[in-house]
């Protein structure tokens, strides 16, 4: 089955301090990848829409300078927070579709950002 | 506005029971919905999906029902195994959308031995 991966799988840093979380898809291709957030016990909520060759998408409410995201090639998403502070520590998951397939998406295992 | 609801919020069954676990949604649009399984600290995974050209799908132990009129679709999990103790997302997306994906509150299933 599709596979996808995150790096890294948990991470801590300093208040003020920016962390990378990548995203790739390791046996297809995907044009679109998605970035959910999710806090403990409460649902995936929609951060932003990944797009290859052009500007993310992001969900009403969500800051694209705080969250700055790349899709630089079809295998490959990175979600950058900036600045970060202790109200951004939360599971950050990713998940795309198969380019040229059905809807369906496959999560990747989740990244856990705590921020100190 | 939350388009798709889904309760209960948790549920306990016994070993060998049937878990059932509802959902709702708003919008005619939505063409695609899917139900993903959890565990702690890990990603969600694809258990099964419909579309709204059919009113069951069964794979194994799991069942999705799907009444198009009421705009509601249920997950049903046959002889509920401690195993099957995670949580249950019910989700929705339009065609052309891309895959976007609307989430329900999601459901804690613990399955007692």
């Known amino acids: 089955g599709a596979v996808v991966s995150q790096h890294p799988s948990w991470v801590i840093c300093k208040s003020g301090t920016s962390v990378k979380i990548e995203c790739r898809s390791l046996?297809?291709?995907?044009?679109?990848m998605f970035w959910y957030r999710q806090f403990p016990k409460q649902s995936l909520m929609l951060m932003a829409t990944?797009?290859?060759?052009?500007?993310?998408?992001?969900e009403q409410g969500v800051e694209k300078d705080k969250f700055l995201i790349n899709h630089a090639s079809l295998t490959l998403s990175t979600l950058t927070v900036t600045s970060a502070h202790p109200e951004d520590s939360s599971f950050y998951i990713c998940?795309?579709?198969?380019?040229?397939?059905?809807?369906?998406?496959?999560f990747g295992p989740g990244t856990r950002l705590t921020v100190l | 506005q939350q388009q798709v609801k889904q309760s209960p919020q948790s549920l306990i069954v016994q070993k060998g029971g049937i878990s059932i676990i509802n959902c709702a949604y708003e919008?005619?649009?939505?063409?695609?919905f899917p139900w993903y399984q959890q565990f702690p600290g890990k990603g969600p995974a694809l258990l099964i999906a419909?579309?709204?050209?059919?009113s069951e799908k069964k794979e194994g132990r799991f069942t999705i029902s799907f009444n198009k009129s009421a705009k509601q679709f249920s997950l049903h999990i046959m002889d509920s195994q401690p195993g099957d103790s995670a949580t249950y997302f019910c989700?929705?997306?339009?065609?052309?959308?891309?895959?976007?994906?609307?989430f329900g509150q999601g459901t804690e299933l613990s399955v007692k031995p």
């Open positions: 419909i579309r709204p050209d059919v």
């Open positions: 989700a929705a997306s339009k065609g052309n959308q891309g895959g976007k994906l609307i």
């Open positions: 990944s797009n290859e060759g052009s500007k993310a998408t992001y």
């Open positions: 919008n005619t649009a939505f063409d695609y």
């Open positions: 998940s795309a579709p198969r380019q040229g397939g059905t809807d369906t998406q496959y």
């Open positions: 046996d297809f291709q995907a044009t679109t």
